[in-house]
């Protein structure tokens, strides 16, 4: 197909797959509703329906490549893709700082009330005799029970260096493609998506050690809480990120992209350079202090 004129906005027409997503995601919704009140076949409804939204992905994601591979995608089109993908990051940005939020409200703010800062001594001891309002607590009780916490210079300092070498690994890739370099493109690619996979291994290991060594779990009160949700969260991201890019790692070894045409290595990169961020947050605040 001809590349659309630089005045004209490609649109496209009677595509199927928003309608697809929507079933996908009701049957979802509507299955885990049932499936929280414990009927039989909800479970079945519910891989049904990620089969349907994984469909989706699959056709629609081809559908834009097979667009933008053949010249449909002109300046006016990657200025959209640049913006959604803008408007994507801040998104998840503010997604982090709610449980970021959270977390400096509970360790600056509900944790010393709770130790009688600003109630006074007499409150405290008359509601929670005895509790010290150090950090890190499971509350007053210690719900969850006893917990040690994982050190910081262990297993999360070693995904540290890890994520930081993924990204100088994908800049290096970057750099490649803009210099039409395809074998170092692709070695470069590789390895950013096999460093990422080596972050959630480690990170699956951490997680086994905090609830069968530590006794940290997921109920350990409000640092559980606060601890496997920004982790955790993070880590879904990471998984999500090395999908991403090794989808982009197989398009640059079919020989697509190009050194003046490649918003979609570019979207990624993006997306993986604010993970590498968020996780400095979360070392510092959440593993250091």
């Known amino acids: 197909m001809a590349q659309h004129a630089e005045n004209s906005y490609y649109v496209p027409h009677g595509t199927k797959w928003p309608m697809v997503g929507s079933i996908g995601l009701v049957t979802m919704l509507a299955s885990a509703a049932f499936w929280m009140n414990d009927y039989r076949t909800a479970p079945w409804t519910f891989m049904l329906g990620a089969a349907i939204l994984i469909y989706m992905v699959f056709g629609w994601f081809a559908q834009v490549i097979r667009e933008s591979e053949s010249g449909m995608y002109n300046a006016q089109v990657d200025t959209s893709f640049r913006l959604g993908m803008m408007w994507f990051i801040f998104s998840e940005v503010m997604f982090f700082a709610c449980f970021f939020g959270a977390l400096f409200y509970v360790r600056a703010l509900a944790v010393p009330w709770l130790g009688g800062e600003g109630t006074g001594a007499a409150t ?166």
């Open 124 to 289: 405290n001891e008359l509601l929670w005799q005895g509790y010290q309002a150090v950090w890190p607590t499971a509350g007053p009780g210690e719900i969850g029970g006893p917990f040690l916490t994982i050190p910081a210079f262990g297993v999360p300092f070693l995904n540290t260096l890890i994520l930081l070498t993924s990204g100088f690994t994908v800049t290096m890739a970057h750099h490649a493609l803009k210099k039409d370099h395809r074998k170092a493109l692709v070695f470069w690619l590789f390895a950013t998506v096999a460093l990422g996979a080596l972050f959630v291994y480690f990170q699956a290991l951490e997680y086994h050690e905090a609830y069968t060594v530590l006794g940290l779990t997921l109920g350990s009160g409000i640092y559980g809480s606060t601890f496997f949700m920004l982790t955790g969260f993070h880590g879904m991201h990471v998984t999500l990120g090395a999908i991403m890019l090794l989808v982009i790692a197989i398009r640059c070894a079919r020989g697509h992209f190009h050194p003046d045409h490649h918003f979609g290595f570019e979207a990624v990169a993006w997306y993986w350079h604010f993970v590498d961020v968020v996780w400095l947050g979360l070392f510092i605040f959440v593993y250091v202090f």
